[in-house]
């Protein structure tokens, strides 16, 4: 049951230093290996984390307003 909580803290992004004190792990591999992530979770973080989602994001954002000025 622990470890269920400590999975969920962790996908509501919850740092694993405060989830490996929580559990009382002395190390944080200990911590890791009771902690389980969602295929979907990874996806959305890395789509929204991705140093190539930021890029692509300010680029959308330029052409948007040069389209803007130029109207």
Not at 57 to 64: C, E, G, L, V, Y
Request: glycine share 4%; charged share 25%; proline share 3%.
């Amino acid at each position: 049951m622990p470890f269920s909580f400590a999975s969920l803290l962790l996908q509501e992004g919850v740092d694993i230093k405060f989830i490996q004190d929580f559990l009382g792990h002395s190390s944080i591999a200990t911590t890791q290996i009771y902690l389980h992530t969602s295929e979907g979770k990874k996806r959305e973080i890395m789509s929204k984390f991705h140093p190539r989602e930021k890029i692509f994001s300010a680029d959308s954002r330029a052409h948007h307003d040069s389209n803007i000025h130029q109207k």
